[in-house]
């Protein structure tokens, strides 16, 4: 059976707007607001934003024959409209990355499929701002369920002229580009 992608991405925006709860429906809102393509490419991780504005997620875990009400792949896509909401300079940091952990955290509880991890729980639960250590503690955890091949350890725990400045590159990239 061929699906398609726009249908089935129209079906993952549905669900996250009935079946979800505020983090669902303003990642939802924000796809749709701005235009924002799910694709799928080989890759490392769960999931991927991209400079281009669009959301890759893991192929092949997933393709366009994947149910799109899977609560997993429904919390991996609020993660990664919450960095393409972000902007380059926040979500190249820990801080942003922490944000991001929060939000795929609070879709799957919306979605009634919590994520169990307990160190997810501690990422969840930090305080809004957090500290410096409070972030140091978040990276050690994400470092422990994803693993060295995860490039959280690259990142600064906040954005700083490095992220600021690779914001501007990206920016200047890809302005106007969005539909070619
Ligand atoms: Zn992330």
Excluded: K
Excluded at 33 to 39: E, G, K, S
Excluded at 89 to 108: I, K, M, P
Excluded at 115 to 130: E, S, Y
């Amino acid at each position: 059976m061929t699906v398609d992608a726009s249908a089935w991405r129209a079906a993952v925006l549905d669900h996250l707007m009935t079946a979800g709860g505020p983090a669902c429906r303003h990642a939802a809102h924000y796809i749709r607001a701005h235009d924002v393509q799910i694709r799928f490419a080989r890759q490392s991780t769960g999931a991927r934003w991209t400079l281009r504005g669009d959301i890759e997620l893991n192929e092949p875990a997933f393709c366009l024959q994947s149910n799109p009400t899977d609560p997993r792949l429904l919390g991996l896509v609020v993660h990664e409209a919450t960095h393409l909401e972000q902007g380059i300079g926040l979500a190249l940091s820990v801080a942003g990355e922490v944000r991001g952990w929060q939000a795929e955290f609070a879709a799957r509880a919306e979605l009634n499929a919590p994520i169990p991890a307990i160190h997810w729980r501690t990422i969840a639960q930090l305080p809004d701002p957090p500290t410096d250590a409070d972030l140091r503690l978040a990276r050690a955890g994400m470092l422990r369920m994803a693993g060295y091949r995860y490039l959280i350890w690259l990142l600064p725990l906040r954005p700083n002229w490095w992220t600021r400045l690779a914001e501007r590159l990206g920016a200047r990239l890809f302005r106007g580009r969005r539909r070619a």
